[in-house]
């Protein structure tokens, strides 16, 4: 099954479009969501859904932007920030001449 990992707090009208597009997914897509964010914000907003059975995950984040890296809790010590590209926070990107 393939895994998204949603931002569901980084939108204007965050976490009701993000909720409602991550329902939508799993339900027609068959993948399994997680949704990063303010979990008491998510469960809410989840709650106001027919969701129940669907493979959706909250991973409650500390809700704090640093350089564009979403500090997130619920997983491993070593995946805890990434950046845009997946690259660990304050891990060299390569240059050019490493390619």
């Given at each position: 099954m393939i895994t998204i990992a949603v931002d569901a707090m980084g939108g204007d009208h965050a976490p009701r479009p993000e909720v409602e597009g991550a329902i939508v997914a799993a339900r027609e897509f068959g993948v399994r969501i997680l949704l990063a964010g303010l979990a008491p914000e998510l469960k809410r907003e989840l709650a106001k859904h027919s969701h129940r059975?669907?493979?959706?995950?909250?991973?409650?984040?500390?809700?704090?932007?640093?350089?564009?890296?979403?500090?997130?809790?619920?997983?491993?010590?070593?995946?805890?920030?990434?950046?845009?590209?997946?690259?660990?926070?304050?891990?060299?990107?390569?240059?050019?001449?490493?390619d």
């Amino acid at each position: 099954m393939i895994t998204i990992a949603v931002d569901a707090m980084g939108g204007d009208h965050a976490p009701r479009p993000e909720v409602e597009g991550a329902i939508v997914a799993a339900r027609e897509f068959g993948v399994r969501i997680l949704l990063a964010g303010l979990a008491p914000e998510l469960k809410r907003e989840l709650a106001k859904h027919s969701h129940r059975g669907l493979p959706i995950e909250i991973v409650p984040a500390s809700g704090s932007h640093l350089d564009g890296r979403l500090a997130v809790t619920g997983f491993p010590q070593e995946r805890r920030q990434l950046g845009a590209r997946g690259n660990k926070a304050g891990a060299r990107r390569p240059s050019r001449r490493d390619d």
